[in-house]
């Protein structure tokens, strides 16, 4: 393989284009409950919220 560093790109295109590209091919995944030990690498679907204020007293 070659080393193509430095040379840049045959040919550009609009971020725009480049943009409408992306959305057609990508489509978001449902939400899915997973175990907390296996949630590395992923991405939150939804806010997490604790039940209780932590820490407990206001001067935190």
Do not use: Q
């Not at 430095?6 to 978001?28: I, N, Q, S, T, Y």
């Amino acid at each position: 393989m070659r080393d193509v560093r430095m040379r840049g790109f045959a040919e550009r295109a609009d971020v725009e284009d480049v943009e409408a590209f992306l959305c057609a091919r990508a489509k978001p995944l449902a939400a899915e409950d997973v175990p907390l030990l296996e949630c590395v690498g992923r991405v939150l679907a939804g806010d997490v919220r604790a039940e209780v204020n932590v820490p407990g007293f206001l001067r935190a």
